[in-house]
């Protein structure tokens, strides 16, 4: 039994990301602000599929599936606002947390395993 059971211990979890889930816990919403200036877009929407990436594999491990598919189609509406394609790190880290067999689909977002 835990010391305070009314706290639960994620020492694995980032704080950011557990942020995200309890956030969209009261709101029903993920972040998917783009970047809206050219030079950043890159850089900063690699950086916010990377938010996504963590927050899928955290609703995986809480088994969250409702959560799960509000995050890939955060993603879906980051591409098309910034038209820019999740990079090698998002995407590894939500191939990491689906089982082998599972192809993840995500029409004009070109997800794809690899």
């Known amino acids: ?11 694995d979890d980032e704080l950011d990301i557990v942020n995200v889930y309890a956030n969209w816990l009261y709101s029903s919403s993920v972040p998917t602000a783009a970047p809206n200036k050219p030079t950043k877009i890159a850089r ?22 409702c959560f ?13 606002v910034s038209h820019w394609s999740p990079g090698s790190e998002s995407m590894s880290i939500i191939y990491g947390c689906t089982p082998v067999d599972f192809t993840l689909v995500a029409p004009d977002c070109g ?4």
């Open 1 to 11: 039994m835990r010391n305070d059971p009314a706290t639960i211990d994620l020492p």
């Open 44 to 65: 900063e929407a690699e950086t916010l599929f990377t938010t996504l990436a963590k927050a899928y594999a955290f609703g995986a491990k809480v088994i969250d599936t």
């Open 68 to 80: 799960k598919n509000t995050v890939l189609a955060a993603f879906i509406e980051v591409v098309r």
């Open 111 to 114: 997800f794809h395993r690899v």
